[in-house]
């Protein structure tokens, strides 16, 4: 029975959720949800904020009125259960008696994977509508979180995209740029960095304020393969989750392919193709939460058209380590599907019920889950108890102090206890400051803090290489260790207790205060060695006020500087006094005129390549960091490259990573030679490739006194179309002779050169899908600079390196003099994902004169 009080769909919208050619854009899902929450005493709707591009983020809470109306009681009951701590077993089962399960849901992450923010709409309705005892169950026992777009920007963009070529030859075609400004579709990784807005929405409710049992965040995939992906996970298993996690994930899923079986869903994979080591967006990192966290994957249409597959066309993944080596029935694949017409409705219907039947489990077993939320924390802070180490150590006064006090707020963002010393203590035989801090294991959030700041090792086993040895890809980076990609050292210790007379508990986000210390008609010194000091500089540069770059070692009163650090000139006081407070510099006073080597800095005009083919992720990111640290940039594409002179618009010009043919683009008949272009299937106009002529009007860019940054991949298109006299010497190279996926790798800098200023002499670079760099033989060495290089052995620090001795005292960063300018080559990722703080000064070098 449904309650014909409240709007339908149908009614709302004009047509059914899910039909061919329609796509309900985002305004009006706003609105509808905001019209059902006036007409239903089951919802509640709450704005959490602008999304990066200023559209409404919601989050939709759906319960039974009694429970909505009870909703901060509930939800200080399921914080004290998703905790543990001090809990008696009399007082755990009250409190689970009395508790309702938390279950969240995301929809549209992944802006063309338009299919779950179709459904959310109908998904609510029939929530708050049907009157049978099922749906009555789910509302008394359940507080249903649903956020019914995670990325509002990118669905508009889709859907203005979908409407312009409508009933054209492109009708269906996906977006030709980054489905979000920034991140596209790497917005799903960043989980535990927090950068983009939409991230920071998500992890307040998730890991601070909401605690959920269960969630589960729905995607689209291929569309040549399985209908529809549920849980679990296939291996390798990640490790330091609570084991209840996986099995939570497995007893979630069956019941789930169950519920789709029996609809006469066919096509349903589980326990395939998907592992559970993966990247830590939400639907990962969540495990490590506690939270049984996991996805569907719909197999994807042409958008909202209709997509004809035949029989013949159908295939797997093909991949025996991940559980799905051919289409034909098995037993987490018993029901193939035969092909024909694939629509938007069948994504909506499917996911639908997979939501819903998420939504039943736990409703008919609330308390098993509760309690299961109850055991999963207490027996992961009995783990960090007994287990080692006991605690990890951050001191407050590192190569990067201020970056130290960010590592430690996006720890706090996720929910994770930090202790800070209030007086010095001893451990691991070593004094330790006041301010030290102390991450200590005992807590539920044991597995998130093993996870982002433990040594990991990527596991090389059965699972991970095919039977003749071949590495067998992980699914994204093979680790994720947050203070290694950050430049934080942090020092595991076995045997430290939490003293209430040493510790004192952290429970606002640090706030770093800086100070000006006296006052100078010399000007202000400042620590190149920060990389918030480089956003100051590019402050002082927009006024037009000059700021100076020390070549040299200095000393300031009883303060040392490495060669990099920063003087402001005198008559900057005033805007050194109101940045103090927001940036936690300290500036220290000349007392003399500088001598010595030193020059001026100069505000240089920098660009960077934009391609269309669906945009380049990494250009994205790249654009976010500049932002962040207010370097001015132009984004160039094709035309702007190939229609005029460089020289006159740049200094210099940056390259994202990208593999040469993405950059010069092909011709269509290349292009249609690939079984999986995508290239000719979008509109002429945005048909990507600055072509022979573009590479000429870079090289002469160079030639006449421009810096070309070329980013990992990029160093290809830079070496071979610019004839560098330097070999990448893994080109070619087999998986087997050398592997190494998105691991963090020990290096040394040149700190006395003016693009290793700032670095500290020993650091971590991310490598992935990197080059390695040795200068060949030739009359002009000396035009060939080497900046950071790879030590002669135990080169890994994090991740997976088959093949160590192929970087053994390799070049990853040189700086090579080509004419009148340079070019210079990034064998690694300095700013990946806006994460790596470690090595953004490496990149913010090479941006300023």
Not at 362 to 379: C, F, G, I, P
Not at 691 to 707: L, P, Y
């Amino acid at each position: 029975m449904m309650n014909n009080q409240v709007t339908s769909p149908e009614t709302f919208f004009g047509f059914q959720l899910g039909c061919d050619r329609k796509i309900a854009a985002w305004d009006k899902i706003v609105a509808y949800l905001q019209l059902l929450e006036q007409e239903s005493d089951c919802l509640q709707v709450i704005d959490m904020g602008p999304s990066t591009e200023g559209n409404p983020f919601l989050l939709a809470f759906i319960s039974s009125p009694q429970n909505l109306t009870n909703l901060a009681r509930l939800q200080a009951v399921n914080a004290e259960i998703s905790d543990a701590r001090g809990l008696s077993e009399e007082l755990a089962k009250a409190l689970i008696s009395e508790g309702k399960v938390v279950l969240c849901q995301s929809m549209g992450l992944h802006a063309t994977e338009i299919g779950s923010t179709q459904m959310a709409s109908e998904l609510t309705y029939d929530l708050i509508t049907r009157t049978d005892a099922e749906t009555q169950r789910i509302l008394d026992n359940v507080i249903f979180l649903m956020f019914p777009c995670l990325n509002p920007d990118g669905l508009i963009m889709t859907t203005d995209w979908y409407n312009k070529y409508f009933d054209t030859e492109y009708e269906g075609c996906n977006l030709p740029w980054l489905y979000h400004k920034y991140a596209g579709h790497d917005n799903n990784r960043d989980a535990f960095m927090l950068n983009l807005v939409e991230s920071q929405y998500v992890a307040r409710i998730l890991f601070q304020e909401w605690h959920p049992q269960v969630f589960q965040d729905h995607h689209e995939m291929g569309s040549y393969g399985a209908r529809l992906y549920v849980a679990p996970y296939s291996e390798p298993i990640h490790p330091h989750a609570d084991p209840l996690v996986w099995r939570e994930i497995s007893w979630y899923g069956a019941h789930m392919a169950y519920r789709l079986e029996e609809a006469g869903k066919t096509g349903v994979l589980n326990a395939a193709q998907f592992p559970a080591w993966g990247h830590l967006g939400f639907h990962w990192m969540g495990n490590y939460h506690n939270i049984a966290s996991i996805l569907t994957e719909s197999a994807h249409t042409k958008l909202a058209t209709p997509l004809y597959i035949h029989k013949g066309q159908l295939q797997s993944q093909g991949d025996p380590l991940r559980a799905f080596p051919h289409y034909k029935p098995q037993t987490n694949f018993p029901h193939p599907w035969l092909g024909g017409w694939w629509r938007l409705r069948d994504i909506v219907e499917q996911q639908k019920i997979a939501a819903w039947s998420l939504l039943d489990l736990a409703a008919r077993h609330k308390d098993t889950v509760l309690s299961n939320a109850y055991l999963k924390a207490k027996r992961q802070t009995a783990r960090g108890a007994t287990g080692t180490p006991s605690a990890y150590l951050i001191r407050p006064i590192q190569h990067d102090a201020l970056t130290v006090v960010d590592l430690i707020n996006k720890l706090l963002a996720q929910g994770i206890d930090i202790q800070k010393a209030t007086q010095a203590f001893t451990a691991n035989d070593s004094t330790y400051s006041v301010g030290t801090y102390a991450i200590f294991l005992n807590q539920p959030k044991m597995a998130v803090i093993k996870t982002l700041l433990g040594q990991t090792f990527f596991p090389d086993d059965a699972w991970t290489r095919t039977p003749d040895g071949t590495p067998n890809r992980p699914y994204d980076t093979a680790t994720d260790t947050v203070a290694e990609f950050m430049g934080v050292k942090v020092e595991p210790v076995n045997t430290l207790a939490c003293d209430d007379a040493i510790f004192a508990l952290l429970t606002t986000p640090e706030q770093p205060t800086g100070r000006l210390v006296g006052e100078s008609e010399f000007g202000y010194i400042f620590d190149g060695r920060l990389n918030e000091s480089f956003r100051f500089v590019n402050q002082l540069l927009a006024r037009d006020l000059q700021v100076i770059c020390v070549d040299e070692t200095i000393e300031v009163g009883d303060t040392q500087f490495p060669p990099g650090a920063f003087v402001a000139p005198a008559e900057s006081k005033e805007v050194l006094e109101g940045f103090t407070s927001d940036s936690g510099i300290t500036f220290y006073t000349l007392e003399q005129e500088l001598s010595g080597r030193w020059h001026e800095v100069q505000k240089l005009r920098v660009g960077m390549y934009q391609r269309y083919h669906g945009g380049n992720m990494d250009e994205g990111w790249t654009r976010l960091v500049l932002e962040q640290f207010g370097f001015p940039y132009q984004t160039l594409k094709d035309d702007d490259i190939t229609g005029g002179d460089l020289s006159q618009q740049l200094d210099v010009f940056i390259l994202p990573s990208d593999t040469t043919d993405r950059i010069v683009g092909k011709s269509e008949k290349d292009e249609a030679d690939e079984d999986e272009s995508k290239e000719f299937n979008v509109p002429p106009a945005y048909r990507s490739g600055i072509g022979t002529e573009g590479v000429k009007a870079i090289k002469q860019f160079v030639e006449e006194g421009g810096t070309l940054l070329a980013l990992n991949e990029a160093c290809e298109f830079a070496i071979e179309k610019l004839d560098l006299q330097v070999r990448n010497t893994l080109k070619g190279k087999s998986s087997k002779a050398f592997f190494c996926p998105g691991s963090t790798l020990k290096a040394t800098v040149n700190t006395n050169h003016p693009l290793g200023y700032g670095m500290p002499d020993e650091t971590l670079i991310l490598f992935w899908d990197s080059p390695a760099f040795e200068i060949q033989h030739s009359r002009f060495s000396e035009r060939y600079e080497l900046i950071v290089q790879y030590p002669e052995k135990a080169i890994l620090q994090s991740g997976w390196l088959v093949g160590e001795d192929q970087l053994s005292e390799q070049a990853a960063m040189v700086s090579a003099q080509y004419g009148a300018g340079r070019v210079i080559l990034f064998g690694f990722r300095p700013q990946f994902r806006a994460q790596t703080r470690g090595t953004f000064k490496l990149f913010f070098n090479a941006l300023l004169g």
